[in-house]
């Protein structure tokens, strides 16, 4: 087979009379086969079409769940995100004469906005998550007992209100400033209990490891573990 002065080899390859009888053709992937070669996967055809409607009813899809969740986050923070769509239906027969160009062009705008909306999410998140943590470490304040003063480690404790292992730990962090030297142990929940232990950087220098200690409270009734200065588990019951 060859193309001018551009490329002749052996071929056992399917041929056609022209190379417009094959109609489209897009890249869908590159690997390494060997040193100096590549294989390239590609569709052509009607199944360039089939190849674009699967991935935006793909992305469609993934937007859809992003849209949910970010209304979800409005509701209960009242803040109001608009995101102009910019993607229309998933595609329909009269689409599917569409050039590439024009179907990468729906597909951008589909990601563009996939990739907004992911970050209206994560803002929203994030002052959700900031206010759990403010209102979590006023709860930990007014809680927050001695529950060991012996000299092998002293603990204090708190047993909070339900909260999410990412707001325990800022409270481990606080419970760690305000004692200073020691260890630091949280339960959150109702039913089924969040499990936080801390201890601060001289008592694990010393062998305590809250990972392992933190794994023998909860054996048998939950699971949990961590590193040596911070775990986290769960339990049926304290």
Known sequence: VTFNNFSKELCGGTHVQNTRDIGPVKITGET????????????AGPAVADY???????????????????????????????IRSTTGAIFSEKDKQNSIAEWE??????MDEKQETQRAVEMVEGEVLA?????????????????????LCPVIGATLSPHS?????????????KIGSGGV??????????????????????????????????????????????????????
Not at 139 to 150: A, C, D, G, H
Request: charge should be positive; aromatic fraction near 4%; glycine fraction near 12%.
């Open 185 to 238: 142990l949280i339960q959150s929940g109702d039913n089924r209990f969040n499990i936080t232990l801390a201890f601060t950087k001289d008592w694990v220098e010393k062998g305590l490891h809250a990972g392992r200690i933190l794994g023998q409270l909860v054996q048998g009734k939950g699971r949990g573990g961590g590193r040596p200065e911070l775990a986290q588990g769960t339990s049926r019951e304290l």
């Open 131 to 151: 206010k759990e943590i403010h209102e979590a470490l006023g709860e930990m304040e007014k809680k927050m007992r001695v529950i060991s003063q012996e000299s």
């Open 32 to 43: 390494a086969v060997a040193a100096g070669m590549r294989r390239i996967e590609a569709v």
């Open 165 to 177: 292992p990412d707001v325990l730990r800022s409270c481990a962090d606080f419970g760690r400033d």
């Open 52 to 82: 674009y409607s699967d991935r935006m009813a793909e992305g469609t899809a993934g937007l859809q769940k992003l849209r949910d969740k970010l209304e979800i986050l409005q509701a209960r923070t009242g803040k109001k995100i608009t």
């Open 105 to 110: 062009g729906e597909l951008r705008a589909l």
